[in-house]
């Protein structure tokens, strides 16, 4: 009798690991339609009827908390939208129009927050353009983060929007043939800016000798003179 239960208690365990397995498979895999997907470029496939979206397989996160698109082509007529939407959003939707989502629209500089009626935000992106959207990890509070968005490398603007239970993942959506964008989900952001102001710092001192030599005439110690 015990090498029996002992039999149907591993079998169980096995099944329930499988179980596991199969929704952990589900959870991670990214979702698009509409669009064709070659590496990171995603290009719209539909017939200007209808929107295109794809949905990355993992939410944002406090470790992977920004991500870019580049434009490359606008198409048509550049309907091209970037943001953050729940892990099952409607992929006829663009980001942003249905509730728990939120974009920046390329075509008209607007701000969707679960709103097929779009607020003034920023300007709008062209062909080459960067589009960046990502969350600041350290607002996390009461259910409420801090969502902001940016246009080749600077802040456009921000917003704070509630937090679903899945996490928010970032979404492209496009409208118009001949859309075509490059997705980058592991892109940085603020690393040009903290790099600069390294090196203004790390040059600190030289700076200092430099004003000297220009103001007095004279050659602080440390600096070659010339002879």
Known sequence: MDDINLHYRFMNWRRRIREIREVRAV???ERYKRMLKNGDTLSYQGNSDEVGCYVAPRPLSKGNCYFEVTIMDTGVRGTIAVGLVPQYYKLDQQPGWLPHSIAYHADDGKLYNGN???QQ???KCNRGDRIGCGIYADTFDAGLVTVFFTKNGKEVGSVVVPVVPDGLFPAIGMHSLGE???LDLQAEWG???DD????VDSHEDEWAR???VRVSGTVSEGWPSKT
């Open 27 to 29: 959870r991670y895999q």
């Open 116 to 118: 097929t009626v779009g």
């Open 121 to 123: 935000f920023g300007p």
């Open 180 to 182: 075509e964008v490059r």
């Open 191 to 193: 690393s040009e800016e």
């Open 196 to 199: 600069s102001v390294m090196m």
């Open 210 to 212: 430099l004003y000297d």
